[in-house]
Structure formats: structure tokens, C-alpha cells
């Protein structure tokens, strides 16, 4: 079967580019998702000369204009869920539900932002200086690359670029390569939904080449990133250069503590969805399960039960709770961690293997780890997997430290049913977000959200926070 070629969107146009790849089912590799083309440096730099062209005027445009069409855009996804969810699903590999559930969220973030067009309120002062006021506004800040990763392939979008046009600015979007047919059918929304050409644009193609060119070109006035640490610090270097305004979310190594007076079920479903849902390739994944030790024997025994019990599955199959890793090289990089466990001393209690199904796809068992020391590089670095360590500790002291000694402080929890725990841990935790008897996965989007440490850099994204990053700030005096 003859397979269309996909194009890159810019200046309001479908735009052919270079060389081609496919995107490939992680959950059935002979179904080919589709075929899309390489933009070029050329192509990248012309994307964002359409959206420095179209600031001017997208940037005074009417605030009903703005909030008609997110609402729109908003209005599109939630309406098309079921069909963009079951793409994400078999492009990413997530379960349909989550597909579905992202598809509708990216809609919300959508209409949460449409309102927010018509609340941009600035402040007023008395000025030090007799008969003189001031004026404190906030204007957009210009041309915005958004360079997104492939675990949401919509959301992750959708909650970069709606805060980007509801303040005015222009887009140029650089999705994941691994997931550019979800990526193509949200920017076909976009470019359907009225906004003037130029204000939205997307290049497909590896990160080091159009990524790489969104970084380097000077025109552009703030880079919105999520993705590895590595990435993320070159971005950073890169951005300096320029005087480039960065927002980066990068890696995590969230703990989940759960101390003796813990509910051993919430505990338990905290844990398994925090660890193993969306494959644990979530920036917000449990991948360090940290436990008191009077309550350690039985949660782990449980776990190892309700993990066992998780159904590992062609994602678009009903009953599938855990797709597959989505590509080859991350189920490698899974398995290469599993390896160092046990060489690093620790005992795989269940999982960690690779699973063969009807179809040809990158399954593999979810893993808990028990016997785990916080030194161990299995709890120091990123996996993004379905992979999760037990680390046991005397007490809660212990527990809040073994947490806090990480390089990173996206997301952490504790399951306790005592108040004065609770309450020493929000204060004490060292991340972005804390979260007490929830799992750390999981989060709302009218508030902010971002971490600590090597996991984030630059302003929080989401909820009224994202003004801080997609506007710049303006004092004005003002003399009769
Ligand atoms: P992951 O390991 O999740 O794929 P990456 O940081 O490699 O994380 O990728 C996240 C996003 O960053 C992707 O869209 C990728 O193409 C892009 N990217 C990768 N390398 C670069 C780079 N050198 N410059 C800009 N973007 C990049």
C-alpha cells in the first residue's frame, strides 16, 4: 500500500521537506503509522521568519478573536477524542483510556487558557515621585520554539502552546519524532482553527538537526523544552548564546514514601499507579518506592501480587492496563537497567522481562526491584520505564532524606495517615510538587507545575504561572 507523505505546517502552509521517516506501532511493528518528511535548517528558519512576520498583528489582536479561536481548538480535541486518542494510543502505545483521557485534557488546557485571554490585568502604583503614576503591564514576548517529547504526545503540546497564543506570541512547534502522526493531526486542527498564517507553525524531524536549528536562530525569543537532562542542558547553553528566554522540564527520580501507619491499599494503588501506568514513562512516575520498615515485608509482598496481576497488552486491546515500551531502543535501555540491578545487588522480585504477544511489539514485564540502597545507580538515574525500586528505611527521618537525596525534585508523596508527617513533609520535600496520600503521578492544569534540582529550569509552566515565561513585564511612568 502506497504510503502519503506528511509535511512540515509553516506560513499557513504544507510544506514538503527532505528525506522521510516513518512512525511505527510499538505494539504491532508491521503497522506503519506513517511516512513523514524531514524539514530542513532552510525550512526551520523560514517557520520562524512566517512567525516574526505575524507577531505584529497577532500580537494586538482582538482579545475575542484569541479566545474564539482556543476555544475552538479546545473544543475540537475534546470533540475528537476518541478518534486522536485511539491514534496516540497506537502510536505511542499508551492504553486507549489514556489516550482518550489526554486527547480531552489537551482540550481542557485549551479552554482553560481561552479564559484566560480575558484576564490579563496589570497593576497600578503610586509613583515615590509627586505627580507621577505607574503602570505595571505585561506584553507577549514574540516567537516561541516549542520542542516536545513522544510519553504525551498532544499534551505536553497543547499545554506550551495555548499559553503561547492566548499571550499573543507566535509558535513554531518541533514534536518528538517518534510520535509525528499525532503531532500532524493536532497541528491540522491548528491550522484549520482561523489563526492567521504564520502565528502557528511545526517541523517534523530529528532533534539535533530541526531542533537543533529552532535553538540556534536568533530570532527566536524564548524556547519552551521538555525532555532528557542531556537535551535540556545543551538548550540551555545554547540559549545563553542568544539571550534566549528557556523553560525546561527534564528528568525525575520521584519517590513515593510510605510509612507504618500507612492504609496498606492506598499505599498499594498509589504505588502500582505511580510506578507502572503509561509504562512509567512519565516525568511524574514513582521509580523509587521508599518504606518504612515495619510495613516494608507486606508491601512488598502486595506489590509483587497486584504488579503480577497488571494486564501487559497491545494498547488499542480491551484490558490492556500497561502498553508496550514504545521503540526498541527504550525496551533496550529498560532491560540494560534491569541487568545493573542485579549487578548492583539488588533482587528483581517480579518482572523485568521481555514479553512475547500475538503481535511483534515491544513488551516487557513491569519490574519492582527490592534489596535497593538510594547509591544504587538503578535509583540515581532516569529510566522511563515500567521499573520501580524498594528502598527500606528505619523511619520517617530516614525516609525524607533517602527522598531529598536525589539530583533531581519534580514530584514526591507519602502515604500516611498521620497529620504531623504529612505536614513535615510538604514543608520539607524538595520538589515541585508534593503530593500526600495521591500518587505522584497525576496533576491538575489550572495550577503550576514544575520541580526542583536537574528537573526543571526557568518559570513553572501551567495555570496562571505561565504568564511568568510567555509574557515579558513592562513599567510605565506616566506624567500628566
Ligand atoms: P527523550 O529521551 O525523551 O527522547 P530528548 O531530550 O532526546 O528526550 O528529546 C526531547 C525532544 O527534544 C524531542 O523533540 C527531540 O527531538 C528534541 N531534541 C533532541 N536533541 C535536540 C537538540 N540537540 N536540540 C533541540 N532539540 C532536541
Not at 190 to 195: I, N, P
Request: glycine fraction near 10%; aromatic fraction near 8%.
Amino acid at each position: 500500500m502506497q504510503i502519503e507523505t506528511q509535511y512540515s505546517f509553516i506560513d499557513g502552509e504544507w510544506h514538503p521537506g527532505g528525506e522521510t521517516f516513518d512512525s511505527i506501532n510499538p505494539s504491532d511493528t508491521s503497522d506503519v503509522i506513517g511516512r513523514f518528511s524531514v524539514a530542513s535548517v532552510d525550512d526551520c528558519d523560514s517557520a520562524v521568519t512566517a512567525a516574526r512576520s505575524a507577531f505584529p498583528e497577532w500580537s494586538l489582536s482582538g482579545l475575542e478573536q484569541r479566545k474564539a479561536i482556543l476555544d475552538a481548538v479546545g473544543a475540537e480535541l475534546i470533540g475528537r477524542s476518541e478518534e486522536i486518542g485511539t491514534l496516540i494510543a497506537r502510536e505511542e502505545g499508551k492504553p486507549l483510556a489514556e489516550g482518550i483521557g489526554e486527547v480531552a485534557r489537551s482540550g481542557q488546557f485549551f479552554q482553560y487558557f481561552g479564559a484566560e485571554v480575558l484576564r490579563q490585568m496589570g497593576e497600578f502604583a503610586a509613583s515615590v515621585r509627586a505627580g507621577v503614576n505607574i503602570e505595571v503591564s505585561r506584553e507577549p514576548l514574540g516567537v516561541i520554539s516549542i520542542i516536545t517529547p513522544w510519553n504525551f504526545p498532544i499534551a505536553v503540546a497543547a499545554w506550551k502552546i495555548a499559553p503561547a497564543l492566548a499571550f499573543g506570541n507566535c509558535v513554531v512547534l518541533k514534536p518528538a519524532e517518534l510520535v509525528p502522526a499525532s503531532a500532524s493531526m493536532f497541528a491540522d486542527i491548528l491550522a484549520r482553527s482561523g489563526l492567521p498564517d504564520g502565528v502557528f507553525n511545526m517541523v517534523h524531524g530529528p532533534g539535533n538537526v530541526v531542533g537543533q536549528a529552532l535553538v540556534a536562530n536568533p530570532n527566536v525569543d524564548a524556547i519552551s523544552f521538555t525532555g532528557s537532562v542531556a537535551t535540556g542542558r545543551h538548550i540551555a547553553r545554547a540559549a545563553v548564546e542568544n539571550m534566549t528566554r528557556v523553560q525546561l522540564e527534564m528528568g525525575s527520580k520521584n519517590a513515593l514514601i510510605v510509612l507504618n501507619d500507612a492504609d496498606i491499599d492506598v499505599a498499594i494503588n498509589c504505588a502500582v499507579n505511580g510506578a507502572y501506568f503509561g509504562t512509567g514513562q512519565k516525568c511524574t512516575a514513582s521509580s523509587r518506592l521508599i518504606v518504612e520498615a515495619g510495613i516494608h515485608d507486606e508491601f512488598v509482598e502486595r506489590m509483587i501480587t497486584a504488579t503480577d496481576a497488571l494486564v501487559v497488552g497491545h494498547a488499542l486491546e480491551p484490558g490492556t492496563q500497561i502498553g508496550p515500551v514504545v521503540d526498541g531502543q527504550q525496551l533496550n535501555k529498560n532491560l540494560g537497567y534491569i541487568q545493573l540491578a542485579k549487578e548492583e545487588g539488588a533482587t528483581v522480585a517480579t518482572g523485568g522481562d521481555k514479553l512475547r504477544l500475538v503481535t511483534n511489539g515491544y513488551y516487557m514485564r513491569p519490574a519492582l526491584c527490592v534489596d535497593t540502597s538510594n547509591a544504587m545507580r538503578i535509583n540515581r538515574e532516569e529510566i522511563f520505564g515500567p521499573i520501580s525500586s524498594v528502598i527500606k528505611v528505619a523511619d520517617f527521618d530516614e525516609a525524607l532524606s533517602v527522598s531529598n537525596d536525589s539530583d533531581f525534585g519534580l514530584t514526591s508523596g507519602i502515604i500516611t495517615t498521620s497529620l504531623s508527617h504529612a505536614t513535615h513533609f510538604k514543608r520539607h520535600t524538595q520538589s515541585g510538587c508534593a503530593m500526600v496520600n495521591l500518587p505522584t503521578a497525576g496533576t491538575d492544569y489550572h495550577v503550576p507545575f514544575g520541580g526542583r534540582k536537574s528537573s526543571s529550569y526557568g518559570p513553572r509552566e501551567q495555570g496562571q504561572y505561565a504568564k511568568e515565561f510567555y509574557t515579558t513585564v513592562k513599567t510605565t511612568y506616566l506624567s500628566a
